[in-house]
């Protein structure tokens, strides 16, 4: 523990200077904590004051992921072709208002995925474009963007821990309109902060050519088999997460028949571990590899969700947020490191093909746990997660073997 200090006092150290970088940071927990409101609630808002079926929440999540995909693109391309990262946090943020505004208004099914697919959509790209704005502002004064994302995403963890907490003040009898109301004056706090202080970075534009010639080096340094094996090994660990992240609320409170309020402290309990476990694990994976932490996932995940699925009580859910924690702090923490240790000379087009799977496993997530739960129960959503899970583990080690043989081949162009 006094190493994980250490290290984390040392980052800090290293990440003075970064201009905006605390103004930044405050986006971050702020957005943070509207993400732990809305994900986790989400699911419980849409079945328990609209009336979705299970089935009809999983078409719910799933469009509106695949909207959330297609914005997130546009925006990311727009930026790389030197669209203000400023511009783009205002106009996402001023959508997150408005959206999230009528989230507490409407209760019309209909009209609330149009409203997700459109000014939500919009919102999602927050994330990313704050993460991107601390690179810009940590490269402009050359210091290290990896430590200041590593604080970053730390913080991010945190506020999940307050997040839930907030849940049992927002909530009164399955009545989420003060829950929206507040994340809606979260985004307009984030606004304000982003148009007061922070600061407008010109950077490089990114051709199609650019991206062209990024695929066809990343090919050539990794090998196409191993790439690919290695992002979808990953896209299975945050489908299993996205769909434990359903289950959990309705097993709690559909199977345990616990409150919404029951809810807010697992999910905080999980997150809270997961600080320390990031760093941790941070330190391991420098020491041990990526790969092998990676594995250590794989393990973790299968563990939780097989334990998670018989459970019956709410204090058995509760330990097994350690093996959660476990989990998410590796796929969260260590899996933009492992993508890009991947591509280590396209750090860009590691980070969009990250990404790409985190988005893509948010989808599959929910339209799966929609549908698993509406055939089988909530229950089986977690058995199914542990099936992903071990998949994505038997996958992890594949690319142990195809690395081998990768280096094998270069051994023997070498002699030859």
Do not use: H
């Not at 970088?21 to 809305?38: I, K, Q």
């Not at 010639?213 to 090998?223: D, F, H, P, V």
């Not at 559909?254 to 476990?277: K, M, S």
């Not at 350690?322 to 989990?327: E, G, H, P, S």
Request: charged residues 10%; aromatic residues 12%.
């Amino acid at each position: 523990m006094q190493r994980i200090l250490n290290q984390l006092l040392a980052d800090l150290a290293e990440s003075r200077g970064i201009p905006a970088y605390l103004p930044a940071l405050a986006c971050t927990f702020l957005m943070g904590v509207g993400f732990s409101l809305t994900m986790t609630f989400m699911p419980l808002f849409g079945m328990q004051q609209i009336g979705m079926s299970s089935w009809m929440l999983g078409i719910f999540l799933t469009v509106s992921s695949m909207f959330e995909v297609g914005v997130s693109s546009w925006i990311g391309r727009l930026s790389d072709r030197r669209l203000n990262r400023k511009t783009i946090l205002l106009a996402a943020s001023a959508a997150a208002i408005i959206g999230y505004s009528l989230f507490a208004v409407f209760e019309n099914y209909y009209t609330l995925l149009i409203v997700s697919i459109t000014f939500i959509a919009l919102a999602t790209s927050v994330f990313p474009q704050i993460f991107a704005y601390v690179r810009d502002a940590a490269t402009a004064v050359n210091k290290d963007a990896a430590i200041a994302i590593s604080l970053q995403r730390t913080l991010f963890s945190l506020s999940w821990v307050v997040g839930p907490l907030l849940a049992p003040l927002l909530i009164r009898n399955r009545d989420y309109s003060a829950l929206f109301l507040f994340v809606a004056g979260l985004y307009a706090v984030i606004a304000l902060i982003v148009f007061v202080y922070l600061v407008r970075y010109d950077r490089p534009s990114v051709t199609d050519t650019d991206l062209t010639l990024a695929r066809t080096k990343t090919t050539k340094q990794t090998g196409r088999w191993l790439l690919w094996v290695s992002i979808s090994a990953f896209m299975i660990f945050e489908t299993s997460n996205a769909m434990s992240g359903i289950a959990l609320p309705l097993l709690t409170t559909v199977n345990l028949r616990a409150t919404d309020q029951t809810v807010g402290w697992l999910v905080g309990l999980g997150a809270l571990l997961q600080i320390p476990f990031m760093l941790g694990f941070g330190l391991l994976a420098k020491r041990y590899g990526n790969t092998f932490i990676m594995k250590a996932a794989g393990v973790f995940g299968v563990l939780y969700f097989v334990v998670s699925s018989g459970a019956d009580t709410t204090w058995q859910l509760a330990a097994c947020q350690i093996l959660n924690a476990a989990y998410v702090s590796i796929v969260l923490g260590v899996g933009l490191n492992y993508c890009q240790e991947l591509i280590p000379e396209s750090p860009g087009t590691a980070t969009t093909m990250y990404s790409n799977a985190t988005t893509i496993g948010l989808m599959l997530g929910g339209f799966m746990a929609g549908s698993i739960g509406e055939w089988m129960g909530n229950r089986a959503i977690f058995i199914a997660c542990a099936t992903l899970a071990g998949l994505g583990l038997v996958l992890i080690n594949s690319t142990s073997l195809l690395s081998n043989k990768k280096d094998s081949m270069k051994q023997a162009e070498t002699l030859t």
